[in-house]
């Protein structure tokens, strides 16, 4: 599971980058996967498991920081373009 999410984080993130918007992403969603591998991460290191699994949590749980500030990015550039239509159709 957590191999096949750290496939699916890249083109992910490759959307987020070529979309330029946050239209079809979900903050939350991103948070509660975050939360998910941040609680992963530390069970490993509580439990003193630290596997070849430990690597892919800690991957993830970094492509989905750069996805949720990539998301932010782009929140900006949404407003920044709501902001000029608003002022166009004045």
Known sequence: ???LFGVSWPMNIVKSLRSKTTKGKSFLFLLFI???YIFGVCSKLIAGNI???FIFYVLNLAMVTLDMVLYFINLRRDRIVMRRDESQTE
């Open 34 to 36: 975050w939360v998910g």
């Open 1 to 3: 599971m957590v191999v």
């Open 51 to 53: 596997t070849y699994v």
